[in-house]
T-cell receptor, first 114, second 113 residues
Framework: DAGITQSPRHKVTETGTPVTLRCHQT?????MYWYRQDPGHGLRLIHY???????DKGEVSDGYSVSRSKTEDFLLTLESATSSQTSVYFC?????????????FGPGTRLTVT | QKEVEQDPGPLSVPEGAIVSLNCTYS??????FMWYRQYSRKGPELLMY????GNKEDGRFTAQVDKSSKYISLFIRDSQPSDSATYLC?????????????FGKGTMLLVSP
């Protein structure tokens, strides 16, 4: 998995509680991404980062915030979890080099909001 | 209309069959096309990528892009049970990390022994 870990791997939480998911990489990749994957929707980009403290919104960013204070860590926060945020969350990294198209994905975090 | 359309399947084939997986897209600015493979409860992994129109072959896999029709395909020859997975097409406009990927919903492939 190109040195990408996600924590926790599974989490059950209640509606209205804050949740933070962590992505950690050991590849020194500049770009990091957070996706959610849902049946019928596929993979959708939530937020991404193109450097420390540099982030931007993706397709489905409402209700989520991110932070990147170190190259290796990218945090995704659900300020007040809702049942619609029940999903599998994937972190990915990329070098961003020309002709290098690959994004490397982590193992995923399965989040259930009850 | 979603930017990228992909039939979710499942597509069931016997071992040894030739498999054809397809995506259509609406954004003519897409230039880079990728296929990812995702095993159950795992993260996606890059299988193949192509730039613009044409074919690219890698072992049993061939990726084909027809930009005039906005249509991409992945062919798998001599399919194996280990090919059973969900296949996601993905595409992007530019060639840097600023240019994000747009994914299809994925097609589930089941190869029976």
């Amino acid at each position: 998995d190109a040195g990408i870990t996600q924590s926790p791997r599974h989490k059950v939480t209640e509606t209205g509680t804050p949740v933070t998911l962590r992505c950690h990489q050991t590849e020194n990749h500049r770009y990091m991404y957070w996706y959610r994957q849902d049946p019928g929707h596929g993979l959708r980009l939530i937020h991404y980062s193109y450097g420390v403290k540099d982030t931007d919104k993706g397709e489905v960013s409402d209700g989520y915030s991110v932070s990147r204070s170190k190259t290796e860590d990218f945090l995704l926060t659900l300020e007040s979890a809702t049942s619609s945020q029940t999903s599998v969350y994937f972190c990915a990294t990329g070098t961003g080099r020309i002709l290098t198209y690959e994004q490397y994905f982590g193992p995923g975090t399965r989040l259930t909001v009850t | 209309q979603k930017e990228v359309e992909q039939d979710p399947g499942p597509l069931s084939v016997p071992e040894g069959a030739i498999v054809s997986l397809n995506c259509t897209y609406s954004n003519s600015a897409f230039q880079y096309f990728m296929w990812y493979r995702q095993y159950s409860r795992k993260g996606p992994e890059l299988l193949m990528y192509t730039y613009s129109s044409g074919n690219k072959e890698d072992g049993r896999f061939t990726a084909q892009v027809d930009k005039s029709s906005k249509y991409i395909s992945l062919f798998i020859r001599d399919s194996q049970p280990s090919d059973s997975a969900t296949y996601l097409c993905a595409m992007r406009q530019g060639n840097s990390g600023y240019s994000t990927l747009t994914f299809g919903k994925g097609t589930m492939l089941l190869v029976s022994p």
